[in-house]
């Protein structure tokens, strides 16, 4: 989704701002801009639809020089992709300029009144309403007045006054044509971290551009606004004046990750999984006492087994995650799961028992609808916990406990390593929630044994690559698939379903094996593969006569099974074998194969893998 830099200091920025927004590429976007002040010339900006390649042409034929600017890649909310939509907007007639994500829920009326006022709009968006209302506090400003004499003051106070009219979440970073040497950006749900380097400052939107120039940074909080010069930095409280920013070292997992070889992330981090799984697992196992530990949940194993259910929510993958963890929480604990979009949760005020204990599963801490959904349930009172991959993301922050995957940054928007590290979590945490409870010791360590075995098997199933790569190729042009598995492999099916939808544009179904009498049967034909996960589990029986139901109306079969599974190779027209695992860690070797099949079939039909159309790594609006 959106991503903002910005920077101010002795060099040209946009040597920076270029490489940044590249940084801020897999994020998912749809135009790109940069904007840059050299005085006596105000602020000239270069923006337009398509890549960053692009972008960096146009700055190539005609230069935008100037040690200080921002730069900003939009995915499209209010208006259209197009030039004149892409960020920075002006403000008045080129007095200020404006990177923006977020969503300004209020903008039709601002823009009404500005309108009245005089302002002339050039975008259809939101953020343009921002750069006018910052406009129109400036003309306020006394023209005699020395700002910088007074720590720019004034200039703060402008700011302010346009922001607290604004409704809605934003992440902003400002140019001002009269103020030449300064920088603004300011928070309210839209994180923005500034980098603090030897003569200059950076804002980025996530760390990623950051490495490589700075490993100071001062995390910008909501409601707070910054104000930077080459050499100074001072934070305010939009409502609550000066602000101590505390200035912290960037984790050195931040991002900055190198595609090492590999053709994309994708590729890349599907191989990193074993690893993943591994550092998920770091530290967290206990062989003595049969169970795992975490560090971070801030509660005592007295108050986790008051927890009578355990609410899960998330969103895309990570709310598949959930549900392969509601899976294992209820079989080895016994405990009650609920699992929920967390865009659902947010407003649907749902009755929950005074014991409840809510777990937002998110890769990056910044989806907006499970932050929101946890600052909600946060709010009534209950406990909440994040699993997270970002380390000091909002989500990691905001929850009063939590577990850090240590998965490493996922730059594919497609998630893979995310996902089975998730998984490795949420099956920790069964084991730990059923030691707690009716878990057994031998049970316990049988299951902490399996733990140990899982990324070996991981890594045993990354072998099936080239196997499903010839099967991708032979399905590659088939327009529907139905993906199917029960119990544990159901959000399997969930997940390799929406792997294929997300990078190939291939409509895909997931659905729980039998279920799919009730409906999506009726898609079966000759031209429909179904894609079977069948473990060596309770239901293999039942699976296999699904499949048999597929076959006997024509549609062609590709099975997932364990290793020595030979009955499947009389029915099934596709095979391929993964290492056979306890069942409530199945869906993490099994899913390997349908990452291939997902990235392989997106090859074929010559999809962008790492930046698909229309969708966004973090999704920072509702
Ligand atoms: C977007 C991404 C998905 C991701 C989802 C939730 O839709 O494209 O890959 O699963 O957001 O993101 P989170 O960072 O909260 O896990």
Known sequence: MCGIVGYVGGREATEFLVQGLRRLEYRGYDSAGVATIAPPRGIQVTKSTGRIEHLDRLLAATPSPGSIGIGHTRWATHGPATDENAHP??????????????????????????????????????????????????????????????????????????????????????????????????????????????????????????????????????????????????????????????????DADSGGAELGGFAHYMLKEIFEQPEAIRNAMRGRLDMDAATTRFGGLNLSPQQLRQAKRLILTGCGTSWHAGLVGKYQIEALARVPVEVEYASELRYSNPPLAGNSLLFAITQSGETADTLAAL?????????????????????????????????????????????????????????YFGRLHHLGYDAGLRAVEELQELPGKVGRALETGEAVKRIAEKYAQANNFLYLGRQFNFPAALEGALKLKEISYVHAEGYPAAEMKHGPIALVDENTPSVFLIARDSVYDKVMANVQEIKARGGPVIAVVCEGDRRIRSVADDVIEVPATADFLQPIVSIVPLQFLAYYIALARGCDVDKPRNLAKSVTVE
Do not use: W
């Open 89 to 250: 907007h002006y403000g008045g007639e080129g007095a200020v300029a404006v990177a923006h994500n977020g969503v300004i829920e209020n903008y039709q009326s601002l823009k009404d009144r500005l309108i009245a006022e005089g302002y002339r709009f050039r975008s259809q968006t939101d953020t343009e309403v921002v750069a006018h209302l910052i406009d129109s506090q400036l003309k306020r400003l006394d023209p005699a007045a020395d700002i910088a004499a007074v720590d720019y003051q004034p200039l703060f106070r402008a700011v302010q006054l346009a922001l607290r009219q604004l409704q809605g979440t934003y992440g902003l970073a400002i140019l001002f044509r009269d103020y030449p040497t300064v920088l603004v950006a300011a928070r309210l749900g839209s994180p923005l971290i500034v980098g603090v380097g030897q003569g200059e400052h950076y804002v980025a939107s996530d760390a990623s551009p950051l490495v490589g120039q700075t490993d100071r940074i001062v995390r910008i909080m909501d409601n707070e606004v910054a104000l930077m010069t080459a050499d100074k930095l001072r934070v305010v409280h939009r409502d609550q004046g000066p602000v101590r920013h505390l200035v912290s070292v960037l």
């Open 375 to 431: 600052r909600e349930i946060k709010r009534k009172g209950y406990p909440t916990m994040a699993i997270c991959n970002v380390v000091g993301s909002t989500i990691a922050q905001e929850a009063d406990g939590g577990i850090y995957l240590h998965a490493g940054p996922e730059i594919g928007v497609a998630s893979t390593k995310a996902f089975t590290s998730q998984c490795t979590v949420l099956a920790m945490l069964a084991i």
